[in-house]
Structure formats: C-alpha cells, structure tokens
C-alpha cells in the first residue's frame, strides 16, 4: 500500500507545512481579494487531495473494505484533516488563526474532489469484478 501511497503522503505533507507557516509569510492582500483566494486555494488543495487518496485507496490490494469505499474514506478523511489543521492553526502554529472558512472550503474541495473521482473512475471501477 506505500507505493500507491506515496504521492498522497507527500502533497499531505506539503499541505501540513505550507499551512503551518506564519501568517506574515503571505504576500499581504485586501480582506476581500484575500478571502476570495484563500477559499479557492484551500477547496483546490482539497479536491487534489481527496482525488490522490481515493486513487491510492482504490488501487491498493490489502484492504477490500478500503478499495470498496476509496473515494468515501478519502473525502471522510481530507475533511477530518481540514478541520485538524485549522484546530493547530488556533492552538499550535504561531502566527496562524482558525477560520470557519477555511473548513468549509476545506469540506467543499474535498466534496468536488469526490465527484472529480467518480466522474473519472466511477465506470472502471463498476466494472471491477465485486464493486
């Protein structure tokens, strides 16, 4: 399941550390531009890792129920990590706040990303034998 999961794995990390920078580390923007981007850079980043791990979960062997459920268990997760990043933005990060926003685009990205998923495997894996 590693190989599979590589790629999944890395754009988590890179999710991790980029949204544990210091908020003074971002190029400085109107309130209202700021929040137009800051909301469709995080459901973007979501809708990539939601449609990396259903991928990876579909295609790794170990686990029927995983492979089954792929897409669900990966949109499941993205959203439990947007939310766990935004409680460390509050709690741990330095300089970082929580935005409700950013869940909800975190969530968003991560429903588009489902659907991106089905749209694109959705028939193959009907096809499938046992799905």
């Known amino acids: 399941m590693f190989k599979q999961s590589l790629i999944p794995l890395l754009w988590t990390l890179v999710i991790g550390v980029l949204t544990g920078l210091p908020g003074n580390t971002f190029p400085d ?20 890792f939601t449609f990396l791990w259903g991928v990876a979960f579909s295609k790794q062997r170990d686990y029927r129920f995983l492979t089954r459920h792929s897409i669900t268990i990966a949109a499941v997760v993205g959203v439990v990590y947007g939310i766990l990043i935004e409680i460390m933005q509050y709690y741990i990060f330095i300089g970082r706040s929580a935005e409700f926003s950013d869940m909800l685009s975190d969530a968003i ?9 089905k749209m694109v495997y959705g028939a193959v894996l009907k096809s499938v034998k046992g799905f």
Not at 109 to 117: E, R, S, T
């Open 29 to 48: 923007m109107s309130f209202w531009k700021l929040l137009q981007f800051d909301s469709a850079a995080h459901a973007f980043v979501f809708v990539i």
């Open 109 to 117: 990205g991560c429903l588009i990303g489902y659907f991106v998923f």
